[in-house]
């Protein structure tokens, strides 16, 4: 199989070939290899290859629906037992992990091939992939240009045509902000519904899920299929789906009522994500739906802070927690991972109980918002991806926070509002989908725009309570009237 052959194909295509015997499981497998030496060390999507343990797994592929298909693990979470996951941090990248995460399970279980691990930032706590363990990850239509993050890695990969889809994460739209940057697809399923076990109950309160990006819709409704449903190590039994989401991506979506808003707390957005969006409008408008401008459902300062200070907590645990794995000092972790951390370990129980008990109000206005409207879209991101170490701390700022920390002084640290303000410049670039995880509602990044410059630019739709089967069906129908898996990267 050669690469032509292997891009004609998406995942369940490819499962198909395999399941009726045209090719065999190792021929899928070859060509990913392949293309992996060919454009990886252009664009550094992938950190680790494991070929042996692959042509094991291909070996014994069953019959499923997108068994035999190769695909790549994020390097985050995502354990598979007696291969390391390092987080994005040099400190565990050769800590082999004891168990296999449920979620994972369940992929092998389908019949994927994981056959590598996917660059991400160190504890996947920003949105563009620059580990310093690992070097940055670069967007395949144009590596000056970021892929996002925190599953850079994960849609650089796709987008370059090593894999048709590959495992993610989103913990504040490190799906959706990936696949906006690089032209694929990416749905976060709403709390719930992708287990998290067998570590953790859930991750980040439920606000943090695993997923998939992937070239075509159908591919996600699959991934989503083979993992959906609860755990008996789950704090909660999800509803049960009516019917498949493979299912679902066959139906119409009906005439839906959409409110769509470009507005930011965090600076005005680029012309060009607003082209996006008033495009995707325009498009939305001519399938027949009711398409109108709306202002925010919540109070998007607020929100912004409140996650913030949510997310520099689950960083100190983070942190701490591969500190203990990896039996390594605080050193050894990145310096913005513990100027944050630091920040974090400075917020009070009771300051951080009534932060949580805030978000249920975001849920209840976003909930409200959904009476009237079936999605609300926004831009994917506020502008074109920023360009590799755009994002970097000030060396000003790395000096003053090496001191800080020395002398113990998270405190400080944070009141002096610093570390805040590095943490806002970096979420002024995707303002835009922590709601989605903040609330636990689904949302899904769908690539219809590309730039004069020929960057992508998708834009994102937020679904209520239960809303991923209308998410798909509507991917489904913007797919099949703007196609994009046919787009590839100048590699």
Not at 285 to 304: F, K, M, R, T, Y
Request: charged letters at 20%.
């Amino acid at each position: 199989m050669d690469y032509s052959e292997y891009r004609e194909h998406d995942g369940v295509g490819l499962a198909g070939l395999v399941r009726e015997g045209a090719v065999s499981a190792s021929e899928p497998l070859d060509a990913a290899l392949a293309r992996c030496a060919r454009v990886n060390d252009r664009i550094n999507a992938v950190t680790r290859t494991t070929e042996e343990t692959a042509r094991g797994l291909a070996a014994g592929a069953g019959r499923g629906e997108l068994a035999g298909v190769p695909f790549l693990l994020k390097d985050l979470q995502q354990e598979l037992a007696g291969h390391p996951s390092s987080a994005g941090t040099r400190a565990l990248a050769e800590v082999p992990r004891a168990d296999t995460a449920e979620v994972v399970r369940r992929w092998l279980d389908a019949g994927l091939v994981p056959f590598g691990r996917t660059n991400s930032p160190e504890f996947g706590a920003k949105p563009v992939t620059e580990p310093e363990a690992f070097g940055p990850t670069r967007n395949p239509w144009s590596p000056d240009r970021t892929p996002g993050g925190s599953s850079g890695g994960a849609a650089a990969a796709v987008a370059a045509g090593i894999v048709p889809v590959a495992a993610a994460s989103d913990g504040g739209g490190s799906i959706r902000i990936p696949a906006a940057s690089c032209g694929v697809f990416g749905l976060k399923p709403g709390r719930g519904l992708v287990p998290a076990g067998p570590d953790r109950a859930e991750n980040f309160h439920g606000a943090a899920l695993d997923g998939v990006v992937s070239r075509t819709v159908r591919d996600s409704a699959a991934a989503l299929d083979s993992v959906a449903g609860g755990s008996a190590a789950g704090p909660y039994a999800p509803a049960e789906p009516p019917r498949s989401f493979s299912a679902e991506t066959a139906l119409e979506p009906g005439k839906l009522r959409i409110g769509f808003t470009a507005r930011s707390a965090l600076g005005r957005p680029h012309p060009h994500a607003v082209e996006a969006l008033t495009d995707a409008a325009r498009l939305l408008e001519s399938l027949g739906h009711h398409v109108e401008p709306v202002e925010p459902p919540v109070d998007l300062d607020a929100l912004s802070v409140d996650f913030l200070r949510a997310w520099s907590v689950k960083l100190a645990v983070s942190l701490d927690e591969a500190a203990r794995i990896a039996g390594a000092p605080e050193r050894a972790f990145e310096l913005d991972s513990r100027l944050l951390a630091a920040a974090g370990r400075a917020v009070g129980a009771p300051e951080y109980s009534a932060l949580l008990d805030g978000w249920h109000d975001y849920t209840r206005k976003l909930a409200e918002f959904h009476r009237g409207h079936d999605l609300l879209l926004t831009p994917g991101l506020a502008g074109p991806p920023v360009r590799v170490g755009e994002l970097d701390t000030p060396p000003a700022l790395r000096a003053a926070g090496r001191a800080g920390l020395a002398l113990r002084l998270g405190g400080l640290l944070r009141s002096s509002g610093a570390v805040d303000r590095v943490a806002r410049k970096n979420l002024r670039h995707v303002p835009y989908t922590q709601l989605a995880n903040i609330t636990g509602r689904p949302a899904m990044s769908v690539p219809l725009y590309w730039n004069p410059e020929g960057l992508p630019l998708g834009v994102q739709f937020v679904g209520p309570l239960a809303g991923e089967g209308m998410l798909f069906r509507l991917a489904a129908q913007l797919e099949g009237a703007r196609p994009w898996s046919g787009h590839e990267p100048p590699l």
